[in-house]
């Protein structure tokens, strides 16, 4: 469910009107609804309550890096995932807790160990042997203790795009489950290491239970194991992963996902840890474009957006689909007719949609794509040089740019042209002065 509807015929964000932000903004433009941000925490926690276990959710940075929407989320309770001492900073800058965050990730640098073992945070999540001897190293320089996860990979197929599936042999993550007893082994012969935790992430946008409920089972079997082995394990981590509606796929509700996953791990009596992501920022976002042509080929019809990959790119990396809807809403009896949504940038993989059921659209409307509010901004970038993308967050009926828009100032900033460039017949700019 989310906050984003038709009222007397216009496309709303809670009770802003889109075109009222496309004015005062400009387009294109991130919307993020705070009361639906809150509504899918608050059913998140709230289904593991009634499953009879207090969860301790960590709110994965990677999909949604807005200081405002981590800084929300943090008012709630949550907690932080973070994969890079970028993120680290973030949900620290947004006044989470270093208590209240888990640092997971695949390679991580010794300055990020660092920063991480200064800054306190609850829990290192190891992935590798090296990860652990360098993690040792550096904690016995720092004269810091780390209480530590081991990511484990339970060798279970997610079922899902191939691009985020995390949990098979043949993914990258983790460390074999198989091979989990000795490492651990291993950690705890290491100086200032003490392991205390096993975590998982089996993948994203996952759509059914059985993978998860085979991963947690054993997850758990290995925990009894390590207990067995002298190991005080108190906490597992279950990992995020749970699918979001984009379009006819049904994932499973919170309440079914959280009653499994206590089956499974109740009896360990661990603190639960869960690191959901796209299941509370993914439908609370749209991505508000403008069409700036509507082109009629030989053989197709295009909508060509002021939007691009370069803003959304999960149609052009993952094939992901997004809901679009003009903000206008269409007459009852509109002609419906295929379209292929795209962007301005120079590659064919900029499209957002092929042969799209659409209603008229006329250049100029405005459009929006549902679904965009996870792995949306974050993954944007100034390709073709165009502008990083703004942010916006409404709350009832009012809104903030929670991120402007970047300026030319900006973008063109950040590069500088060496001295032994052009010295003999100057820059452009020097041409220009020299001539004009
Ligand atoms: C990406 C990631 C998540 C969040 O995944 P979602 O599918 O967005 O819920 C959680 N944990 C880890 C370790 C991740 O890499």
């Given at each position: 469910m989310n906050h984003f509807d038709y009222i007397d015929g216009v496309l709303h964000a809670e009770s802003v009107p889109l075109p009222r932000i496309a004015d005062e903004v400009g387009t294109p433009v991130y919307v993020y609804s705070a009361a639906t941000l809150r509504r899918h925490y608050t059913v998140f926690v709230d289904a593991f309550r009634k499953a009879g276990v207090e969860p301790n959710v960590c709110f994965a940075v990677k999909a949604n890096s807005n200081l405002a929407v981590i800084a929300l989320l943090g008012s709630l309770g949550a907690g932080a995932d973070v994969v890079s001492e970028g993120e680290l900073r973030r949900a620290l800058a947004a006044g989470?807790?270093?208590?209240r965050i888990v640092f997971s990730g695949v390679g991580k640098t010794e300055g990020e160990l660092r920063f991480a073992l200064e800054t306190g945070i609850h829990e290192i999540n190891v992935e590798s042997e090296s990860e652990i001897r360098l993690l040792s190293k550096v904690a016995d320089e720092l004269g810091r203790d780390a209480e530590i996860a081991i990511r484990v990979n339970p060798d279970v197929d997610a079922k899902t795009h191939e691009k985020i599936s995390t949990g098979r042999k043949e993914n990258k993550f983790g460390i074999d489950i198989d091979k989990a007893e000795d490492i651990y082994a291993l950690a705890a012969s290491l100086?200032?290491?003490?392991?205390v935790s096993v975590a998982l992430h089996i993948g994203s946008q996952l759509t059914d239970l059985e993978p998860y409920r085979l991963a947690f089972r054993r997850m758990a079997d290995l925990v009894e194991r390590l207990r067995a082995n002298g190991h005080p394990i108190r906490r597992v981590d279950l990992g995020g992963g749970l699918g979001i509606p984009y379009d006819a796929e049904t994932p499973p509700l919170p309440d079914a996902y959280a009653q499994m996953a206590v089956e499974e791990v109740?009896?360990?009596n661990c603190e639960v840890m869960l690191e959901p992501g796209r299941m509370i920022v993914g439908n609370a976002g749209i991505l508000l474009s403008r069409a700036l042509v509507v082109k009629q080929g030989d053989a197709k019809r295009f909508l060509i957006l002021d939007s691009a990959m370069n803003d959304l790119i999960r149609p052009a990396l993952y094939n992901g689909h997004h809901g679009l809807r003009p903000v206008v809403e269409p007459a009852a009896d509109a002609p419906y007719a295929p379209v292929d949504v795209v962007g301005?940038?120079?590659?064919?993989?900029?499209?957002?949609?092929?042969?799209r059921s659409l209603p008229p659209i006329e250049e100029g409307d405005l459009v929006a794509f549902s679904s965009a509010g996870a792995y949306g901004a974050v993954m944007a970038s100034t390709y073709n040089s165009r502008l990083l993308v703004p942010e916006v967050l409404v709350d009832g009926d009012h809104y903030a740019v929670i991120r402007a828009r970047q300026t030319y100032e900006e973008m063109l900033g950040l590069d500088s042209i060496p001295s032994w460039i052009g010295t003999e017949h100057g820059t452009d700019a020097e041409r220009i002065e020299a001539t004009g």
């Open positions: 989470i807790p270093p208590e100086p200032r290491i003490t392991p109740k009896h360990l301005p940038i120079c590659e064919s993989g900029d499209t957002f949609a092929k042969d």
